[in-house]
């Protein structure tokens, strides 16, 4: 069982206060996990990392000395490197902080609801590991490398992320952040609890790359978080719509697709 076995994490930020609130809540989220350190800086991040082998490192990616990328790039060197975290508040740097294989990346002000949901992926991850997964262990670094690969693009190839745009700024939009995307003239609109985005590919597309247990088209121009809803309610005329829970949002549902909500 996860809460059987040790996890260990290490926090480097050069604000105190994120450090601080990080600190805090993943106390609440994972009142398991044992923070081993939290350093300041990159340099300090590195030395961390190599005398305590923590499972875990959260790393913000603009630090004095050291950037968080860099520290990444020297953990390379490691026979055990820890499951890699960027925070920052800078999303410009997403597509490179993936190809230095960040298993995930927070965005500040942090979001204790997005924190949640990438320590449970962190706890899956790791199952997976002690489990043994990585059966041959043609190397620590291997292994790892090869398991976040099959997490970040696994065998059904669902995205994890759009990648969206908000004026001038191109943004990767987690799909756990997705409440629901509708298209609109020559574009799609992604609405998230805080945040509106736009996209170019088309609806029909965009269904096809999405998990269908989590997405529901209900309407030809409409796909709707499942979990985003919160009640289903036909109106005076025997039209059907969707509540969402949060908001005041009210998504009308096509004829062909009422019958997705026979089980609800």
Same mark, same amino acid.
């Given at each position: 069982m996860m809460e059987q076995l040790t996890i260990t994490a290490i926090i480097a930020d050069d604000e105190p206060l994120l450090r601080h609130h990080l600190n805090y809540s993943l106390a609440? @989220?994972?009142?398991?996990?044992? @923070?081993?350190? #939290?350093? #300041?800086?990159?340099?300090? &991040?590195?030395?961390s990392i190599k005398l305590l082998q923590p499972d875990i490192a959260f790393l913000d990616i603009r630090m004095p000395g050291l950037d968080g990328i860099s520290v990444a790039k020297a953990l390379r060197k490691l026979d055990r490197i820890p499951v890699i975290v960027f925070i920052t508040a800078y999303d410009e740097y997403a597509i490179q902080a993936f190809e230095e294989h960040a298993f995930d990346y927070l965005l500040k002000p942090l979001n204790e609801k997005r924190l949640m949901t990438?320590?449970?992926?962190?706890?899956?991850?790791? @199952? &997976? @590991?002690?489990?043994g997964e990585s059966? +041959? +262990?043609t190397g620590a670094v291997d292994a790892i490398e090869r398991l976040v690969a099959r997490i970040q693009t696994p065998p059904n190839r669902y995205l994890r992320w759009i990648k969206a745009s908000k004026g001038d700024d191109i943004c990767l939009v987690s799909v756990d952040d997705v409440n629901y995307l509708k298209a609109e003239d020559k574009y799609v609109s992604v609405y998230t609890s805080d945040n509106e985005y736009v996209i170019s590919t088309p609806l029909k597309e965009l269904i096809k790359q999405l998990d269908p247990d989590t997405f529901w088209q209900i309407h030809r121009a409409t796909i709707v978080r499942v979990e985003a809803i919160e009640r289903v309610k036909r109106d005076f005329t025997g039209r059907m719509y969707v509540h969402l829970n949060e908001g005041s949002t009210k998504l009308a549902v096509s004829r062909n697709a009422q019958g997705l909500f026979k089980q609800m």
């Open positions: 609440d @989220v994972w009142p398991q996990l044992d @923070v081993v350190a #939290s350093e #300041s800086d990159g340099k300090a &991040a590195l030395e990438t320590c449970e992926r962190i706890k899956a991850f790791l @199952v &997976a @590991v002690r489990a059966e +041959k +262990k």
